[in-house]
């Protein structure tokens, strides 16, 4: 899926992220006890990278939202199963980045969703 997101029209695009999404949702290696955790790391890494390519459409909304929602379900997923650390530090400073530039977005709710997963990323990264 991930392959298919960078050459695709927008429309193929939003079809594939709505793919990651049900992926994510579904994905057994995202629960908790999960020991495969080298098969999750290359997953999530594969997925950051497709992922903030979307993040920075600048020409289709409808391609960012549904990133941005993939993404929440990630940050969501692997701090709900305490699998952060699968996820390399390399991709989630590329997610921050996308996310920051999110954040200069037209729509004021990509805006603000994406600020609030830059602070989940932060405080996941940054445990007190």
Same mark, same amino acid.
């Given at each position: 899926?991930? +392959? =298919? &997101? =960078?050459?695709?029209?927008? =429309? /193929?695009?939003?079809?594939?992220?709505?793919?990651?999404?049900?992926?994510?949702?579904?994905?057994?290696? &995202?629960?908790? +006890? !999960?020991?495969? @955790? !080298?098969?999750?790391?290359?997953?999530? @890494?594969?997925?950051?990278?497709?992922?903030?390519?979307?993040?920075?459409?600048? *020409?289709?909304?409808?391609?960012? @939202?549904?990133?941005?929602? /993939?993404?929440?379900?990630?940050?969501?997923?692997? +701090?709900?199963?305490?699998?952060?650390?699968?996820? *390399?530090?390399?991709?989630?400073?590329?997610?921050?980045?996308?996310?920051?530039?999110?954040?200069?977005?037209?729509?004021?709710?990509?805006?603000? =969703?994406?600020?609030? &997963?830059?602070?989940?990323?932060?405080?996941?990264?940054?445990? *007190?």
């Amino acid at each position: 899926m991930s +392959g =298919k &997101l =960078k050459l695709s029209t927008w =429309k /193929v695009q939003l079809a594939v992220l709505q793919a990651m999404n049900a992926y994510f949702q579904e994905l057994l290696l &995202l629960e908790k +006890g !999960n020991k495969d @955790t !080298n098969a999750l790391s290359q997953i999530l @890494t594969e997925a950051c990278i497709a992922l903030t390519y979307s993040l920075e459409n600048k *020409s289709y909304s409808s391609v960012r @939202t549904e990133a941005l929602s /993939v993404v929440d379900l990630i940050v969501k997923r692997t +701090g709900e199963s305490e699998q952060w650390d699968c996820m *390399s530090a390399r991709s989630r400073e590329q997610l921050q980045r996308s996310l920051s530039t999110l954040q200069t977005d037209s729509r004021p709710e990509l805006r603000d =969703k994406a600020q609030e &997963l830059r602070n989940t990323n932060h405080v996941l990264e940054h445990p *007190s």
